[in-house]
C-alpha cells in the first residue's frame, strides 16, 4: 500500500506541473523612440514682372532698372523663418526675414557681374546664393515716320533728323517714336517738349502725345518703353533759332553712374515756297 500511495502523489504532483502553474510570459518588447527627419536643402525660385522666371543656382537677369522680381524660398522638414541679404546696393531684397520665404528683390541699377542674394534657413543648412545682373539703359532714341507710312509693310521708321513736315495740318503729320532699351519708366510729360523755336502765332509746329499706338507700328518690347507724338506743322516761316523736339528718360542712376543725355531731333516744313526750319 505504502508503495502505491508514493507513485499517486507524484503523478499528481506531475499533473499539477503540466497545467502551466509554474512559468511566466515574456515582458512585451518596448515601442520605438521615434527620430526627427532633418531639414532638407533650400531651394529659391523667382518670378519677375518682365515674365522671366527660374530658380537658383541660374542666375536671375534683370531686364531693366526699377524692375522687381518675387523670391520664394522653401526647405523640406523645416517650419521656420528664412533670410535674405544682398551684396551689393544695385539689387536690393526685402524683407530681412520672412516667415513664409517670399521676398521681393528690386534692380536699383546696373549690375554686370558680382552681386548676389543670399537666402539661408535653418540652422546648419547650406545658404544658397543667387547671381543677379542688370542691364544699364540704353539712352532716350528718337525716330519717325512719314506721313505715308501705313502703306509700307512693315513701316520703316527715319532715324536722321530733322524730321521733315512736307505740309501744313493733319493731312501731312508725322509720328515721332521715342523709346528706350532696357528702360521701364516711361516718358512723363513734362520730359518731352519743344524749343522756343516750335512757338509763334500760330506755332510753327506742335508736338501731342497720342493716346493709344498708331495704326501699324509697334508696341514696346519687354524690358524697354515706346511712347509716340503727333507733329504737325503751323506756320511755314523761317525760324529764330530752330524748332527742336526734346526727350529724356526717367531714370535715376545709382552712384556712381550718371544720368543719360536729352535726345533731342529738328523739324522742318517744306512747302512749295521752299524749307523751313
Avoid at 537677369?61 to 523645416?78: C, D, R
Avoid at 541679404?85 to 528690386?106: K, N
Amino acid at each position: 500500500m505504502n508503495k502505491f500511495g508514493f507513485v499517486g502523489i507524484a503523478i499528481a504532483a506531475l499533473a499539477v506541473s503540466g497545467c502551466g502553474g509554474g512559468t511566466s510570459s515574456p515582458a512585451p518588447a518596448p515601442a520605438p523612440v521615434p527620430t526627427a527627419t532633418p531639414p532638407g536643402a533650400i531651394a529659391v525660385a523667382y518670378t519677375s514682372t518682365a515674365g522671366f522666371s527660374g530658380s537658383a543656382p541660374t542666375p536671375m537677369a534683370f531686364t531693366a532698372p526699377t524692375e522687381t522680381a518675387t523670391l520664394t524660398a522653401t526647405e523640406a522638414n523645416y517650419a521656420g523663418s528664412f533670410a535674405a541679404t544682398s551684396s551689393c546696393p544695385q539689387v536690393t531684397v526685402t524683407p530681412a526675414t520672412s516667415a513664409t520665404g517670399a521676398f521681393t528683390a528690386t534692380a536699383a541699377g546696373p549690375a554686370t557681374s558680382g552681386c548676389t542674394i543670399t537666402v539661408t534657413g535653418a540652422t546648419g543648412v547650406a545658404a544658397v546664393t543667387l547671381a543677379s545682373t542688370v542691364p544699364t539703359p540704353g539712352g532716350v532714341v528718337l525716330r519717325w515716320y512719314t506721313p505715308n507710312y501705313t502703306t509700307q509693310s512693315p513701316p520703316l521708321p527715319q532715324s536722321a533728323g530733322p524730321i521733315n513736315l512736307v505740309g501744313l495740318g493733319a493731312t501731312f503729320a508725322s509720328v515721332l517714336a521715342i523709346s528706350e532699351q532696357n528702360y521701364i519708366g516711361g516718358f512723363a510729360a513734362a520730359n518731352v517738349g519743344t524749343t522756343a523755336g516750335c512757338s509763334g502765332a500760330p506755332p510753327f509746329a506742335t508736338i501731342a502725345a497720342d493716346a493709344t499706338v498708331p495704326t501699324g507700328l509697334p508696341t514696346a518690347a519687354p524690358g524697354s518703353s515706346l511712347v509716340y507724338y503727333t507733329v504737325t506743322g503751323g506756320a511755314a516761316v523761317p525760324t529764330i533759332t530752330g524748332c527742336t523736339v526734346t526727350a529724356k528718360d526717367s531714370y535715376v542712376p545709382v552712384a556712381p553712374a550718371t544720368p543719360n543725355p536729352t535726345a533731342s531731333i529738328g523739324v522742318s516744313i517744306t512747302t512749295s515756297s521752299g524749307v523751313f526750319q
